[in-house]
């Protein structure tokens, strides 16, 4: 299973981004999904997950109403919008996949990761 972030970018602080990630190996719909950010010397953290059919979903109070996330089952993609973007959403963003119905908040139950995409939000 391989996992490919993209849609990072450079954007002033107020602006938006979409990040995608495509998963390709294993049909896409056995998959929750997430997306987790790390901030340089920090830890990576939850930002948001989707469910296997896209029914729910679940977000970090820190994007709360600032971001959505969904997902695209017959293009294989899931996709995270980050609308009024602030500097301190500065991070590689990861996606990452889970073999099982629901989304988590923890890291280490996600089964494999992207390389990840560079999202800079200037001031």
């Known amino acids: 299973v391989q996992l490919q972030a993209s849609g990072g970018g450079l954007v002033q602080a107020g602006g938006s981004l979409r990040l995608s990630c495509v998963i390709r190996g294993r049909p896409f719909r056995e998959y929750a999904m997430g997306w987790f950010r790390q901030a340089p010397g920090k830890e990576r953290e939850f930002v948001a997950a989707i469910n296997w059919s896209g029914s729910s979903t679940y977000y970090a109070d820190s994007v709360k109403g600032r971001s959505t996330i969904s997902r695209d089952n017959a293009k294989n993609t899931v996709y995270l919008q980050m609308n009024s973007l602030k500097p301190e959403d500065t991070a590689v963003y990861y996606c990452?996949?889970?073999?099982?119905?629901?989304?988590?908040?923890?890291?280490?139950?996600?089964?494999?990761w992207g390389q990840g995409t560079q999202v800079t939000v200037s001031s």
């Open positions: 990452a996949a889970r073999a099982d119905y629901s989304g988590s908040y923890y890291i280490y139950r996600y089964d494999y």
